[in-house]
């Protein structure tokens, strides 16, 4: 009995205003919290695997993924080819490998034009309020009020030509809305806040408020967006693919894979199987990057986790 | 000379039920290395008032209606609320310390940035200058092993810790006049305390005219030169604070003396008598004395004639009020 107020003094010792607590750096902090959770990891992993594949796809596809094999086709696994080949003879694997690449690079670029656009507009429509609220508002009303997908159709049929970067195009332009509005809202509640108050009563500007107070606190919520954003971008542009707007063939995108295996989808069903898996796993993997990110970063769960 | 002289100083809010006006011609002046409280019933219009000298009010609902702040000659009220003149007085000449430090600082920025952000802007301090310079603030302030907490978040300080880096933040340009809304009414008695006796050395140190918006008239009774009472967005009685305590002239500050108990007081030797009724709606107010439906003073003609205007009963003393109360 006697050590037991002893036990409570230590740790109120501990915990108490003057002694420090235990300092780690924030990168360990990141790591800690980022990997010390199965779903995180393995989120990360996933990704991992599919960026590193789209980096050296050069290297390490077996075949050319455009080279026709004629006398090869609609294999099933093989040791010549892991994954089987398609209709035109053509080795999965490594469609499925410079695929990535093309989808990436179509989730990336698209995603982070549209959430640079989208913040901004965000940011100033919660800044100025008044007609640049209604207006910029307004705008992403109507954007969302048309269906995604139509919109986008839209988009890429009237810009013809089939490159990559009309699809790029047509996909941000599509997540534009989501993101302004995202940003918005998060900006009005952060700006509601009383250190915002004191921000201006120091003699800060208006957009070093936004861009120095706000956007810190409105960011968490954009790093979820965006790494969800990429997975969404990567199911549209299979989408638009599947409708034969997207990416053009020859060149293999995981959308257009599902495209093409489908007219043999009771004969062949690995066709379309084999990049259908690929994109729910590369979805998954982001958002779960995702929500590992939102908590390792936010300041506020600091202690908790 | 005063340092800041407020003038007739008028604060409308347009709401759905109304004008509401929050400050209806306020003045007051504060002297150099003064401290000066402003005091008053909740919703009476102080932080309303200063909040107005700061151009902090957002408009819309809030509406500049007129007056003058006087600050080294120039009217502050003709600059534009968010323009390069008010940015650079305001955190650097005039500066202010807000009411509730749980919520005043930011959460996702370490202690560090929000200390050094001032210091960068308004003394175009690099960042290693301003780093060490945050941290004399923070020695200065109380806060213990400065070098190291510097680095924390705000979630890491307690209520009265993160006051005081808003102390720190507040003199961190040595500012000529500091504002405090209501300073210590979110931390408990003993911070209290200490707080008031920090800012007080402070300000005498730096030679800071600092003005304390309160609720609390012990505070003011302790810390504060000269005093203004506030009521339904005017100022009803000012004066010396030792004139106001021991002679105060207005039913309404007689009334808030009399309902303050004093510690040591023996029971029943003093009966507390509490200002009955509630502060008046802003909203629609009657051209007579608002305090009239409270007062147990009034005289036939208060009834009849508008607000009367302010009118000295002593030396710098002044009430807004047609009756004349002897003795104390």
């Known amino acids: 009995m006697a050590e037991k107020p002893k036990v409570s003094i230590g740790s109120v ?61 609609l294999q099933p696994p093989s040791a010549d080819h892991w994954l089987g080949t398609d209709q035109l003879g053509r080795d999965m694997l490594s469609r499925i490998i410079y695929g990535a690449q093309i989808s990436l690079l179509i989730g990336f670029s698209a995603v982070f034009a549209s959430a640079i656009i989208g913040a901004l507009m965000g940011l100033a429509a919660a800044h100025y309020g008044g007609w640049v609220f209604t207006v910029i508002m307004r705008l992403t009303d109507v954007l ?49 806040n009383d250190y915002i108050m004191a921000a ?34 990567v199911m549209g542009e299979a989408g638009l693919s599947f409708l034969g707007i997207g990416v ?51 300041p506020r769960l600091r202690g908790v986790l | 000379m005063a340092l800041l002289d407020v003038q007739d100083l008028k604060t409308y809010f347009h709401t759905e039920y109304g004008l509401v006006k929050a400050a209806d011609g306020v003045s007051f ?74 919520t005043s600082l930011n959460p996702v920025l370490t202690i560090e940035r929000q200390l050094t952000e001032t210091l960068e802007l308004h003394l175009d301090m690099d960042k290693a200058a301003a780093r060490e310079r945050a941290i004399e603030l923070l020695k200065m302030v109380g806060v213990p092993d400065a070098a190291k907490r510097i680095d924390d978040y705000p979630h890491m300080f307690s209520g009265g810790m993160r006051q005081r880096v808003m102390i720190a933040m507040a003199i961190s340009c040595n500012p000529m006049i500091i504002f405090a809304d209501e300073p210590t009414t979110a931390v408990d008695v003993t911070t209290q305390a200490q707080l008031l006796e920090l800012m007080k050395d402070l300000v005498t140190r730096l030679d800071t005219s600092l003005v304390i918006v309160t609720h609390n008239l012990g505070v003011v009774a302790r810390y504060a030169q000269r005093i203004y009472v506030m009521y339904a967005g005017r100022i009803i009685e000012s004066g010396p604070a030792e004139s106001i305590f021991a002679q105060p002239k207005h039913p309404y500050t007689i009334g808030l ?72």
């Open chain 1, 13 to 73: 010792d501990a915990m108490g205003a003057t002694a420090a607590p235990p300092r780690t750096s924030e990168w360990r902090r990141f790591a800690r919290i980022f990997f010390g959770r199965k779903l995180y990891l393995i989120g990360f992993i996933i990704v991992a695997i599919i960026v590193l594949t789209a980096i050296f796809a050069q290297v390490i596809a077996p075949y050319d993924p455009i080279e026709n094999d004629l006398d090869h086709r």
């Open chain 1, 144 to 192: 969302m009020s048309l269906p995604s997908i139509i919109l986008m159709m839209l988009i890429a049929g009237m810009l013809k030509g089939g490159g990559i970067w009309i699809v790029v195009f047509a996909l941000g332009f599509g997540s534009i809305p989501g993101m302004a509005r995202m940003m918005c809202g998060q900006a009005l509640s952060v700006k509601q």
């Open chain 1, 200 to 233: 201006r009563a120091v003699g800060m500007s208006n957009w070093r408020i936004m861009l120095t107070q706000i956007f810190p606190n409105a960011f968490p919520p954009l790093i979820v967006g965006l790494t969800m954003g990429i997975g969404g971008v």
């Open chain 1, 248 to 298: 053009q063939a020859p060149t293999p995108s995981w959308g257009n894979m599902v495209m093409d295996g489908q007219r043999f989808l009771m004969t062949n069903p690995l066709l379309s199987l084999i990049p259908g898996v690929a994109i729910m796993l590369l979805v998954f993997g982001f958002n779960m990057v995702g929500d590992g990110i939102r908590d390792a970063i936010d």
């Open chain 2, 29 to 102: 002046h504060i002297n150099q290395g003064e401290i000066v409280g402003l005091v008053g019933e909740s919703g009476c219009g102080k932080s309303v008032s200063i909040l107005s000298v700061m151009q902090l009010i957002t408009s819309p609902p809030g509406e500049k209606a007129g007056g003058k702040v006087i600050f080294e000659g120039k009217d502050l009220l003709k600059y534009q609320p968010n323009g390069p003149e008010m940015r650079a007085l305001r955190g650097s000449k005039i500066t202010m310390i807000f009411q509730e430090p749980m």
């Open chain 2, 257 to 328: 003396l009399n309902s303050v108990p004093k510690l040591g007081e023996r029971h029943g030797e003093r009966k507390l008598i509490p200002i009955y009724g509630l502060p008046p709606n802003l909203i629609n107010m009657p051209p007579t004395c608002a305090f009239l439906p409270r007062c147990t003073a009034k005289i036939g003609r208060c009834a009849k004639e508008p607000w009367p205007e302010l009118r000295s009963v002593g030396k710098d003393h002044y009430i807004s009020c047609y009756v004349d109360i002897k003795g104390k």
